[in-house]
Nanobody, 128 residues
Framework: QVQLVESGGGLVQAGGSLRLSCAAS??????GGWFRQAPGKERDFVAA?????????????YYTDSVKGRFTISRDPVKNTVTLQMNSLKPEDTAVYYC??????????????????WGQGTQATVSS
């Protein structure tokens, strides 16, 4: 049974940082992604990391424009985790953040429907 467990959400002031982590069991990440959903809005792509060769190869990263330069996605192939480091947070970053996983390389990891598994979500709130 595949399970994704997210951690690291919380409340932070604008300009602060949060670190979200997603640990997978029953699955080895081929692609890991983060999406977010603010109240009354659709779930949107935030960042992803995918790799086309072995799990030990350097991954290719993708970011939505609004988080470029502020967020960094990374992975630990030993721990089988994907982490989203969020710096210089803004109130508009407030949302429930969802981890997504696929066991294979995704050529378009920005599309939610390409992922096979999802975490339960973790709330990140940025106060002004």
């Amino acid at each position: 049974q595949v399970q994704l467990v997210e951690s690291g959400g919380g409340l932070v002031q604008a300009g602060g940082s949060l670190r979200l982590s997603c640990a997978a069991s029953g699955l080895t990440f081929g692609t890991g992604g983060w999406f977010r959903q603010a109240p009354g809005k659709e779930r949107d792509f935030v960042a992803a990391i995918t790799w086309s060769r072995s799990r030990w190869s350097v991954g290719k990263t993708y970011y939505t424009d609004s988080v470029k330069g502020r967020f960094t996605i990374s992975r630990d192939p030993v721990k089988n985790t994907v982490t989203l480091q969020m710096n210089s947070l803004k109130p508009e970053d407030t949302a429930v953040y969802y981890c997504a996983a696929a066991p294979n390389y995704l050529s378009d990891p920005t599309s939610a429907d390409k992922y096979d598994y999802w975490g339960q979500g973790t709330q990140a709130t940025v106060s002004s």
